[in-house]
């Protein structure tokens, strides 16, 4: 199994920053992609961020130009910055990954964290 595991949420007012970490750890082989995904109250589960590789990033528009996001593939871990937060930048953040993992099989994986509560104060 793979778990994931993110940090670094909190509440800020607006304008402010916050970096978000997500590690990944079990039987993993490989991972290709990295992301953050966002739920506001009563909202679906909308995509923030994603990463492939340092030049293959792609982020959703209300986010670009404030949010970055990063990958160390040494430590199988994912980070987001966000600057200049806004209210609406509000919700509940989750990590994803996807690859391969390793457990005397080579077998897919799809895993999620279980998320860190980001509140923007206006």
């Known amino acids: 199994q793979v778990q994931l595991v993110e940090s670094g949420g909190g509440l800020v007012q607006a304008g402010g920053s916050l970096r978000l970490s997500c590690v990944a750890s079990?039987?993993?082989?490989?991972?290709?992609?990295m992301g953050w995904y966002r739920q506001a109250p009563g909202k679906q589960r909308e995509l923030v961020a994603r990463i492939i590789s340092s030049s293959s990033a792609n982020y959703e528009d209300s986010v670009k130009d404030r949010f970055t996001i990063s990958r160390d593939n040494a430590k199988n871990t994912v980070y987001l910055q966000m600057n200049s937060l806004k209210p609406e930048d509000t919700g509940v953040y989750f990590c994803?990954?996807?690859?391969?993992?390793?457990?005397?099989?080579?077998?897919?994986?799809?895993?999620w964290g279980q998320g860190t509560q980001v509140t923007v104060s206006s």
């Open positions: 079990g039987d993993i082989f490989s991972i290709n992609s």
């Open positions: 994803n990954a996807d690859g391969i993992r390793y457990d005397g099989h080579y077998r897919d994986f799809d895993s």
